[in-house]
């Protein structure tokens, strides 16, 4: 049964729809908006270097099950773990990882449109001029002020929530990849651009030390969980994104080298941002861990004071907005398959409902930038939380559970007869998905909580 048949989604129209697709998925706020932040908030270079092992040791061998599991099981995470559990005669719970997965997908997606709200909203406003000669202390105020106001976040979370719903909707294959085609390589050009530009004004020496000079005092048992929970955001691991893509998958691609290309562009792209935003940083004595307004907060400034600042920003917005668009719509269409499968529901519903459900929740994070400001548990309000929960404790979970199914659950022949490779590379992926993935994730989870040190 498994293994040769097409999806009743249909299917990428070759391997490099899929790739594109794929680091449409990866590419996105958790390499422009969230690796800078989280690498300010974790102390620069050690945490950089971390996260490079993350994403080799971990991250890859993750991506590389999980395209494996969609291919060979052709639908939605859920249904797809369900049947590839009973073709190897094992227990039909399995599936309950596609569930975690939806839920992670759902709290992802929530906070996500917050955010590339915000994208959208400076779309408009960079390109109005409001930046213009702006300092780094009213650029700081113009962020307080959009997030201090419920009523525009809800707006231009509502109006991303339905660009999303609305590809999702039509089925991923139709618009999207054709305009992904062209607006991937212009985002990463206008990111080189950036760099150039912060490079000749701003303190490019300091951040290159910043970024790759390590400091391992500042290396700690929660640095590592972050830096493990920001690969999996960074390479869409974890919650299905990347099986549902390997379901639409043709069985002619080679999986190691798909995989090494998408987490190849994912983690250039997130070097490139650091380089673009923390030279302005520090030149203009902005503090590199003050959170997640440091994207907007510091390139707005070099926006106002380079010259044609005005519509460079401004596309510079527009392509983070649809890098943003390109990963979320990953996060929704999990979700949406399971309902067609197995609820028969029609595309159009599934995704309406699901979203719904989505932008529902994202009223949470709304609010807790304004209303709910000071309702916090343990120091975290309802947005900190969503991210923590989703990124840090749900993806690496699922994370493990998948390289367990892979590594474990499937035999080798079916895993060999799928990655079709060499023996070595076939061996290698083994063991990195059966020894050496489960047991970082679980040592790091120890570690974190301090059990062991
Ligand atoms: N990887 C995307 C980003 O970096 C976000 C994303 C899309 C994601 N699908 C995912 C994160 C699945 C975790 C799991 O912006």
């Known amino acids: 049964m498994a293994g040769n048949q097409v999806s009743i989604h249909g299917q990428w129209s070759s391997r490099w729809v899929f790739i594109l697709a794929a680091t449409g998925s990866a590419v996105g706020l958790g390499n422009i908006w969230r690796f800078p932040y989280v690498t300010g908030e974790n102390g620069g270079g050690a945490f950089v270097l971390v996260y490079l092992a993350c994403v080799l040791t971990v991250g890859l061998p993750i991506m590389m099950a999980e395209i494996l599991i969609g291919r060979r099981g052709r639908q939605s995470p859920i249904?797809?773990?369900?049947?590839?559990?009973?073709?190897?005669?094992?227990?039909?719970?399995?599936?309950?990882?596609?569930?975690?997965?939806?839920?992670?997908?759902?709290?992802?997606?929530?906070?996500?449109?917050?955010?590339?709200?915000?994208?959208?909203?400076?779309?408009?406003q960079v390109g109005a001029g409001s930046f213009n000669e702006v300092t780094a202390e009213s650029s700081s105020q113009y962020f307080d002020a959009l997030t201090g106001s419920a009523n525009r976040l809800t707006l231009w979370h509502s109006i991303?929530?339905?660009?999303?719903?609305?590809?999702?909707?039509?089925?991923?294959?139709?618009?999207?990849?054709?305009?992904?085609?062209w607006l991937m390589p212009a985002l990463f050009v206008?990111?080189?651009?950036?760099?150039?530009?912060?490079?000749?004004?701003?303190?490019?020496?300091?951040?290159?030390?910043?970024?790759?000079?390590?400091?391992?005092?500042?290396?700690?048992?929660?640095?590592?969980?972050?830096?493990?929970?920001q690969a999996f955001f960074s390479l869409s691991l974890g919650m299905g994104s990347i099986i549902v893509y390997g379901a639409y998958l043709s069985k002619n691609a080679s999986i190691p080298q798909t995989a090494l290309i998408i987490g190849g562009v994912d983690t250039l792209v997130a070097l490139l941002a650091g380089l673009a935003i923390f030279p302005i940083v520090f030149a203009y004595g902005l503090e590199p861990g003050s959170g997640a307004g440091l994207v907007f907060v510091s390139l707005t400034i070099a926006f106002g004071q380079m010259p044609g600042g005005q519509l460079f920003g401004s596309l510079f917005f527009m392509l983070l907005t649809v890098a943003a668009w390109t990963s979320a719509i990953s996060l929704l269409e999990p979700v949406t398959a399971w309902l067609v499968e197995s609820q028969k529901w029609n595309r159009i519903k599934a995704a309406f409902v699901a979203g719904f459900g989505a932008w529902l929740v994202g009223m949470g994070s709304v609010l807790s930038f304004n209303l709910w400001q000071d309702l916090k548990v343990s120091g975290k309000n309802f947005f900190d939380w969503s991210e923590f929960l989703s990124t840090t404790i749900m993806l690496p979970l699922g994370g493990l559970c998948i390289a367990l199914f892979a590594g474990w659950a499937m035999s080798k022949s079916s895993t060999a007869e799928e990655l079709e490779s060499s023996a070595i590379v076939i061996g290698a992926w083994r063991i990195l998905v059966r020894y050496v993935a489960p047991l970082g994730v679980v040592a790091i989870f120890l570690n974190a909580i301090g059990v062991i040190q």
């Open 79 to 124: 249904n797809s773990m369900k049947d590839l559990a009973s073709a190897e005669g094992k227990d039909s719970s399995w599936q309950a990882v596609g569930w975690l997965g939806v839920a992670a997908g759902f709290l992802i997606l929530s906070f996500y449109s917050v955010v590339a709200g915000w994208s959208v909203a400076y779309v408009f």
């Open 160 to 181: 991303f929530m339905l660009m999303v719903i609305a590809v999702v909707a039509r089925g991923v294959q139709g618009g999207l990849e054709k305009a992904v085609k």
């Open 190 to 229: 206008l990111l080189v651009v950036m760099v150039g530009y912060a490079a000749t004004t701003g303190d490019f020496a300091g951040a290159f030390k910043y970024l790759f000079e390590p400091d391992f005092s500042k290396i700690n048992g929660d640095t590592i969980l972050a830096a493990l929970g």
